[in-house]
């Protein structure tokens, strides 16, 4: 009889390992939360935050997830940090009190608990993000995804990309409109670490 | 027409001029003239980024006691005759709301840091106030003062990397420039009052010290500023006309704007960090 009951337990032991929630954490090397603007009607000035932090848990058979990250904000680089001949670089102004003001906010978070699935595969993503001390809804995209374990650590690992947008203007950031755009692109590449 | 009023010279400088111009030629024989320099800085808020005080942060706090102090002071100058006390109380009481005004970055620092600094701030803040605010009798002097500190925390925010706090300020420097050149032109004084005095005096101190905090403006560029209401009290003849003595007295303090400006330029060059 044991035998049986031991038999039955281990069969049942994977499913439930599927069916409960998992905890992943971003790695940070892996991760990173890039913005697109529109510059003069000319072309598309790409920026991105070298510094971010974050957690998600995602259950595939309840199809529930939630996620949060933090991106500091005085990490932001857009490829102009020397000041050259100018008084300050692009990147320096971005963190002044016309933009990012990240003596003030030093961080911005995205915090998302209504997950949409493909299946097992998740699809969007509705949060809030909070910017310069107002928050508001912001619906990202999972346009890639992918869940395997490491291929040298053995951990399982799910990336992909994610992408979004708002109104930078939303969130009191007015400065430079409209010859820097007011619609902002987001493009979130991240790679997670199973808890 | 957008794409004029979007330009920061525009924004900055020339409709704050303007409306400084308009407030203090129509509002002088009120004995009100003193709102010329709240008339230049509401313009430039205005057309930067608008009237928002939600959620409140640094910024909006400024702008917000920008707009209270004149309102404040047109009913001092109405209500009674203002004794020598009332410049150091209210210099004290400006330091002090200083303290509430950059709350939010205070406490993100050390507390040691967050002592030094922020007593460091409400003592800049209070000298600007307390010391412009002893100008209300003296038109000229008032205006010089007012015009030298607008402009040189103006250009000195833009050094620093802040264009909305370069032109609130330097909207406060035109408006100023107004002011005087209205005197210059008509050869009459017309009142500056608590109203003119407490409101440039404020808002230079406290946009200055928001420069400091949010942007990357060096603390020594205060200390330089900091003397330009005393260079407004500068002995010159009372015989001379009244433009005489408005180009003396702005030559005075815009040379000392002049030196705080050089210095931010030498630091975001690396030369004295």
């Not at chain 1, 670089?89 to 209504?114: G, I, V």
Request: net charge positive; glycine share 10%; charged share 15%.
């Amino acid at each position: 009889m044991k035998q049986i009951v031991a038999g039955l337990a281990f069969m049942l032991l994977p499913s439930a390992g599927v069916a409960s929630p998992e905890s992943y954490t971003f790695d940070p090397r892996h991760t990173f939360v890039h913005f697109g603007v529109d510059h003069n009607d000319f072309s598309t000035i790409w920026g991105r935050f070298d510094r971010s932090s974050g957690k998600f848990t995602i259950d595939r058979q309840a199809k529930t997830g939630t996620l949060e990250v933090v991106v500091e904000t005085a990490s932001v680089s857009t490829g102009d940090g020397v000041r050259g001949d100018r008084p300050r670089s692009r990147d320096e102004h971005l963190r002044s009190p016309d933009f990012f003001n990240s003596a003030e906010f030093p961080r911005m978070l995205y915090k998302a608990s209504t997950v949409k699935f493909n299946g097992e595969v998740p699809v969007e993503l509705q949060g809030q993000l909070t910017l310069l001390g107002v928050s508001r809804p912001v619906t990202l995209a999972v346009d890639r995804w992918k869940c395997a374990p490491h291929a040298v650590t053995k951990r399982m690992i799910c990336g992909g990309n994610a992408t979004g947008a708002l109104k930078r203007s939303e969130y009191g950031m007015k400065w430079g409109i409209p010859a820097t755009g007011d619609d902002v692109k987001i493009l979130v590449t991240f790679e997670a670490i199973k808890d | 027409m957008q794409d004029w009023l979007i330009h920061p010279v525009v924004q900055g400088a020339l409709l704050p001029f303007l409306a400084g111009l308009v407030a203090s030629a129509l509002l002088a024989p009120l004995r009100l003239a003193g709102l010329a320099a709240v008339a230049g800085f509401a313009t430039a808020v205005y057309l930067v980024v608008g009237f928002e005080f939600s959620p409140m942060t640094t910024i909006r706090k400024v702008m917000l006691l920008g707009l209270i102090a004149p309102v404040l002071g047109v009913a001092a100058d109405f209500a009674f005759k203002p004794k020598r006390a009332m410049a150091p109380l209210v210099a004290v009481a400006s330091g002090a709301l200083s303290v509430w005004v950059f709350l939010a970055v205070l406490t993100q620092k050390e507390l040691a840091d967050a002592l030094l600094i922020g007593g460091g701030i409400a003592a800049y803040v209070a000298w600007q106030v307390g010391f412009t605010l002893s100008l209300h009798e003296d038109s000229v002097r008032a205006g010089a003062a007012g015009l030298a500190l607008g402009m040189g925390t103006g250009v000195a925010a833009v050094f620093a990397a802040s264009a909305t706090l370069g032109l609130y300020a330097m909207a406060l420097g035109s408006a100023s420039g107004a002011f005087l050149l209205v005197q210059m032109l008509t050869g009459r004084r017309i009142l500056a009052g608590i109203a003119f005095t407490l409101t440039t005096g404020l808002l230079a101190g406290l946009l200055g010290a928001t420069t400091y905090h949010l942007a990357q403006l060096p603390w020594y560029v205060l200390a330089v500023m900091a003397p330009v209401p005393l260079l407004a009290r500068l002995p010159i003849p009372a015989k001379w006309p009244v433009w005489g003595q408005a180009v003396a007295l702005s030559g005075a303090t815009l040379t000392v704007s002049a030196v705080a400006c050089y210095l931010v330029w030498l630091s975001s060059r690396g030369i004295s960090e």
